[in-house]
Nanobody, 123 residues
Framework: QVQLVESGGGLVQAGDSLRLSCTAS????????MGWFRQVPGKEREFVAG????????YYADSVKGRFTISRDHAKTMVYLQMNNLKPEDTAVYYC????????????????WGQGTQVTVSS
């Protein structure tokens, strides 16, 4: 089992920045990839960004490219999502997810999920 805890959400204005953090614990050695997803009421959970736990490469949804940056810290077993130039359409609950497989945009391929953190961007 892998436990994930997100933090860093909040209410900001358009154009502001936030950094989300995700702390992983438990059987993190079984983790191959980490991802950030977001969800708004009535819509499916959507992929935001992903990163392999080992090795290079980062992956982003088109809607956040150039504004969001995903990164990891092995020593702290943490993953971050730096969000710049936030827009009202970024408002959602953001979830951290862990997968034993490679990075994918498909939420069903991630076995472990955090509880989510709310990000609200006002115009």
């Amino acid at each position: 089992q892998v436990q994930l805890v997100e933090s860093g959400g909040g209410l900001v204005q358009a154009g502001d920045s936030l950094r989300l953090s995700c702390t992983a614990s438990g059987r993190t050695l079984s983790t191959a990839a980490m991802g950030w997803f977001r969800q708004v009421p009535g819509k499916e959970r959507e992929f935001v960004a992903g990163i392999p736990w080992i090795g290079g490469g980062t992956y982003y949804a088109d809607s956040v490219k150039g504004r969001f940056t995903i990164s990891r810290d092995h020593a702290k077993t943490m993953v971050y999502l730096q969000m710049n130039n936030l827009k009202p359409e970024d408002t959602a609950v953001y979830y951290c997810a862990a997968s034993s497989r490679s990075v994918t945009v498909m939420s069903r391929r991630y076995e472990y999920w955090g509880q989510g953190t709310q990000v609200t961007v006002s115009s």
